[in-house]
């Protein structure tokens, strides 16, 4: 990145790719049953997971 990017920045940018994915398998969900509903429900649970983490991280960095 060579400090073009700043954190901040990097952070908003994952947040936004992890509710993107969010967003993609809760309509993949939607024509799905069974052993592949719950697949993706778990993938879910993991992309939330990580949003989280991202969130807190861009918190830490705004407020010090």
């Not at 992890?18 to 939607?30: G, I």
């Amino acid at each position: 990145v060579g400090g073009l990017v700043s954190r901040a920045a990097m952070l908003e940018t994952a947040i936004r790719a992890e509710r993107d994915s969010v967003a993609y398998y809760s309509k993949m969900l939607d024509g799905l049953t069974g052993e592949s509903a719950e697949a993706v429900r778990s993938i879910i649970a993991e992309e939330e997971k990580h949003l989280v983490t991202l969130q807190e991280w861009k918190e830490k960095e705004t407020n010090g």
